[in-house]
């Protein structure tokens, strides 16, 4: 088939890549030229794992093409899919959807014959129908459908998610559209994918209650991770004991930093300012972006307390600043917090992420980069270990810090409390 992708970010690259692996031509499209010029050179914007391979082997191969002509790009296509952002909007915290708007609105000048216009980018319920109208202005209704199908891939997981998802959700009530859609994902299906057809405002429906029901999941097991500390349990047993019930099934329950992310952030604040202009309170989804708001503030309190409060001048070292491993991503990390915070306090931060350098903390007062665990760690008074990257997992603390008095706060609970009260370092962690 052939496939336009509009939007060329984790969500656009990740499924046109994946698309033309699947044997498809597809012409990815992005209105920024400097990323399109970076693609066409063989570099990848940004850090997934798998991604460049695929993008290099379809590139090569001529299925996968990168470009800013959206005209050739849609006119050349069956399948249009919107895969640009949905920030969270600086007027009411609903989903900012100019990008969707705009994409739809250009792509249909150059509609030439029947399209499906997919949208892939998470959006409000009712968005589709919003959509059509703005179509329907340039061009008849028997020349496009417009259909909802949301994407539920993780980043750092993106690959894996696309090729083997638990379900793929189509929202339309064209039969001849879903089947078409249908054969677009047969590969996938066959592999044991559940096809899941409801309406179009089912399907927008179904991202925003999911991505919101994992929120709650996160917020439920961390607030239960702050009860455990006070009575001396934990958490991780309670985590794995609940878990083993299969009505409740043991992912998204670990404690850790408040959730963050490009997606669980702002889509929380998005379904809840949409149920409200349908005059529907999610009082359960309010509570749970409020317990996130204040989990923020909670880490870094306790990490006041570790210093008695004297943070000024103590060396800390933040290991992992990105919301989570085996991505570059930073949208809503809880460090985007936790480090400007201690700053102000006047510590001396240095940080060290395996993606590398980030922009956001270039110009905060001594905060360095260093791109070595051990230098990172070097004298240290405490080392927080943020993100859960795989080689945070087997450090050497009593080696790579030549503090004997440094303190680690673990947010992943990557170690055993017992095995570094052993080792005789001051070891805090969360939930137990
Ligand atoms: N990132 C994720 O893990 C994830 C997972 C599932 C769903 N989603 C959803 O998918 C959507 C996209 O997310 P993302 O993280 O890929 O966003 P992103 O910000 O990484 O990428 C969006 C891209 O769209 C481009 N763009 C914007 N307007 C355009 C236009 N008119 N024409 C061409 N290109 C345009 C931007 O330049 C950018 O490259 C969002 O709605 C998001 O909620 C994201």
């Known amino acids: 088939m052939k496939i336009c992708v509009i939007g060329t970010g984790y969500v656009g690259l990740v499924s046109g890549a994946c698309f033309a692996d699947l044997g498809n031509t597809v012409y990815c499209v992005d209105k920024n ?17 798998g991604l460049s391979e ?4 379809n590139y090569i191969s001529k299925r996968l093409r990168f470009t800013n002509d959206i005209a050739r790009a849609v006119k050349s296509s069956d399948i249009i899919f919107i895969c640009v952002g949905t920030p969270t909007s600086k007027k009411n915290k609903s989903a900012d959807l100019q990008y969707v708007y705009k994409a739809a609105s250009e792509a249909s000048k150059y509609i030439n014959k029947f ?3 997919v949208t892939k980018s998470t959006v409000p319920v009712t968005t589709g129908d919003k959509i059509e109208k703005i179509i329907l202005k340039k061009k008849k209704k028997n020349l496009f459908e417009v259909v909802s199908n949301p994407e539920f891939l993780r980043e750092g997981e993106a690959i894996r998610d696309f090729r083997f998802p638990d379900r793929i ?3 339309s009530n064209n039969k001849k559209v879903i089947r078409k859609l249908e054969s677009l994902y047969e590969p996938l299906i066959k592999k044991g994918s559940v096809f899941f057809q409801t309406n179009r405002r089912g399907a927008e429906m179904i991202k925003y209650a999911s991505n919101a029901f994992l929120a709650t999941k996160i917020s439920y097991i961390n607030e239960i991770a ?5 009575t001396d349990v934990n958490v991780e047993d309670v985590s794995l004991g609940m878990g083993l019930d299969k009505r409740i099934g043991s992912r998204f329950l670990r404690a850790g930093p408040a959730y963050g992310g490009s997606c669980f952030p702002k889509d929380t604040k998005a379904i809840t300012v949409t149920a409200d202009l349908f005059k529907t309170n999610l009082s359960i989804i309010k509570s749970v972006i409020n317990s996130n708001k204040n989990r923020k503030i909670l880490l870094v309190k306790r990490i006041q307390k570790i210093f008695s409060n004297k943070i000024k001048n103590k060396k800390i070292t933040i290991l992992g600043v990105t919301f989570k491993p085996n991505t570059d991503d930073m949208r809503q990390s809880t460090s985007l917090f936790m480090i400007p915070f201690l700053s102000k306090k006047g510590a001396k931060i240095n940080y060290y992420d395996p993606s590398g350098e980030k922009k956001e903390f270039s110009k905060l007062k001594n905060v360095s980069f260093l791109n070595d665990i ?6 240290s008074d405490l080392i927080i270990i ?3 990257w795989d080689e945070f997992k087997t450090l050497d603390f009593k080696k790579i810090c030549r503090n004997k008095k440094v303190k680690i706060y673990d947010m992943r609970n ?5 095995k570094m009260k052993k080792i005789g370092i001051t070891y805090y962690s969360i939930g137990r």
Request: proline share 7%; glycine share 4%; net charge positive.
């Open 226 to 230: 702050n009860f455990c500390e006070k």
């Open 169 to 171: 959700v189509v929202g």
């Open 115 to 117: 399209k499906i216009i």
């Open 374 to 379: 051990r230098e990172s760690c070097l004298n």
């Open 54 to 57: 695929i993008v290099k082997k």
């Open 386 to 388: 943020h993100t859960e």
């Open 33 to 49: 030229k400097k990323k399109i010029d970076m693609l066409n050179s063989g570099e990848i914007p940004i850090f997934e794992p």
């Open 414 to 418: 990557l170690y055993s409390p017992k």
